[in-house]
Structure formats: structure tokens, C-alpha cells
């Protein structure tokens, strides 16, 4: 079945390093893999997202890689911010529901 | 644009009786999903409304139920309140720009506290 794991499930870094979080799926006719940011209190906001016939993207501090083959993907945050802090979540789309990771708690210290 | 709205923010029940979500998704957009989020399971998908048909349905029993009118906004109801059933709900919006090109968008979400 479909089927997300997400590591680590805590993350802590210093202001400025980076942060790396990595996602492994099961569904191989999965084509969209979204990350989602959730702070305390507020809803899941999209941060980015890759498809299929992408292998990477990134967005100013974020990038995101996907590996068909191996079925992993990664989020990696750059130069990592206190405002950074948050629970971030991995997803994959199988059929018409999005599938999600158990979440990582980021902590950014300052 | 305004984002997906969900109304109420807070409610809180007892066990037994019955609730029901509301959420509008952003404009334009015909499809709306709903989530249930907990500690314990995390993001858990219930189910999918698309031009005001249920498309897919997640593992859930029957007392959760939802619909989509025809202006895209849904409700979804659960039926005989159990203690387990406290969690964030949430209702994404879904902007389908063409082939690959489906983008998930989650409003606040609606806490819910069974008593």
C-alpha cells in the first residue's frame, strides 16, 4: 500500500548551517511530492513541491531533490533561520489524496 | 486571493452528539479534500469532493460523511461523537492546472475537542 517515511523526526541545528529531511515511498506511480510547513496553531502551508519529470528544485533557500529509482526524496534548507522552526511534512500524491510523512520537528537555534 | 476559510475555528462536543465543518476553498478551485491530523496518526486523508461528487474516501467509518455544493464549498459531518474523534480537521483546496499540475492548498484547520 502507500506508504511515507520521513527522517529525522527531530531536527536541531544552529542558525545558519543547513537542514536536510528525508522522505522514502512506497507507491512507484507516485508523480507529485509536495513539503508543507506547519506552525503551531496554523494549517500546513505549501513550501514546495516536485514532480515527477523533475529531479530537482529549489527555491531560494529550499531545494528539494527526488530519486524515482531509489523512491526517496529530500528537503534541504540553506543558510536556516529561527523563523525556520516548525514541523515540516513530506507527502506523496497516489491517486487523488495526498499521503503524508509522520512530520519533522525543526528546531533552528539562535 | 483569500486562502481556504474553515469555519468553526474551536468547537468542542460531547461524546454522542453530532458535528459538522465547514470549509470554502480558494476561488476558482472545484476540488476540496479533507484531512483529519492527531498526534497519534498524523495527516490522515477522509475524503475528496469534485464538482460536487465524492472521488475518493479514506479509511474511515461511516460517521464521518462530507458533500461539496454547487459554489465549490463543502461541509463535512461526524455522526455519534467517540473521544478519539478530537483533532485538527483540515480541508485543502486543490488547483488543477493541467497534467501534473495539481497543487494542494490547507486552510487553519478546525480543533475539535470531544468531551
Known amino acids: 500500500g502507500e506508504n511515507v517515511e520521513q527522517h529525522p523526526s527531530t531536527l536541531s541545528v544552529q542558525e545558519g548551517d543547513s537542514a536536510v529531511i528525508k522522505c522514502t515511498y512506497s507507491?512507484?506511480?507516485?508523480?507529485?511530492f509536495p513539503w508543507y510547513k506547519q506552525e503551531l496553531g496554523k494549517g500546513p502551508q505549501l513550501i514546495i513541491d516536485?514532480?515527477?519529470?523533475?529531479g530537482e528544485k529549489k527555491d531560494q533557500r529550499i531545494a528539494v531533490t527526488l530519486n524515482k529509482t531509489a523512491k526517496h526524496f529530500s528537503l534541504h534548507i540553506t543558510e536556516t533561520q529561527p523563523e525556520d522552526s516548525a514541523v515540516y511534512f513530506c507527502?506523496?500524491?497516489?491517486?487523488?489524496?495526498?499521503?503524508f510523512g509522520a512530520g519533522t520537528i525543526l528546531r533552528v537555534k539562535s | 486571493k483569500a486562502g481556504v476559510t474553515q469555519t468553526p475555528r474551536y468547537l468542542i462536543k460531547t461524546r454522542g452528539q453530532q458535528v459538522t465543518l465547514s470549509c470554502s476553498p480558494i476561488?476558482?478551485?472545484?476540488?476540496v479534500s479533507w484531512y483529519q491530523q492527531t498526534p497519534g496518526q498524523g495527516l490522515q486523508f477522509l475524503f475528496e469532493?469534485?464538482?460536487?461528487?465524492?472521488?475518493n474516501k479514506g479509511n474511515f467509518p461511516g460517521r464521518f460523511s462530507g458533500r461539496q455544493f454547487s459554489n465549490s464549498r463543502s461541509e463535512m459531518n461526524v455522526s455519534t461523537l467517540e473521544l478519539g474523534d478530537s483533532a485538527l480537521y483540515l480541508c485543502?483546496?486543490?488547483?488543477?492546472?493541467?497534467?501534473?499540475?495539481?497543487?494542494?492548498?490547507f486552510g487553519p484547520g478546525t480543533r475539535l475537542l470531544v468531551l
Open positions: 516536485i514532480r515527477s519529470n523533475v
Open positions: 507507491d512507484s506511480a507516485s508523480n507529485y
Open positions: 507527502a506523496q500524491r497516489g491517486g487523488n489524496k495526498l499521503v
Open positions: 485543502a483546496s486543490t488547483h488543477r492546472g493541467g497534467v501534473l499540475q495539481e497543487t494542494q492548498y
Open positions: 469532493y469534485f464538482s460536487e461528487t465524492q472521488r
Open positions: 476561488s476558482g478551485h472545484r476540488s
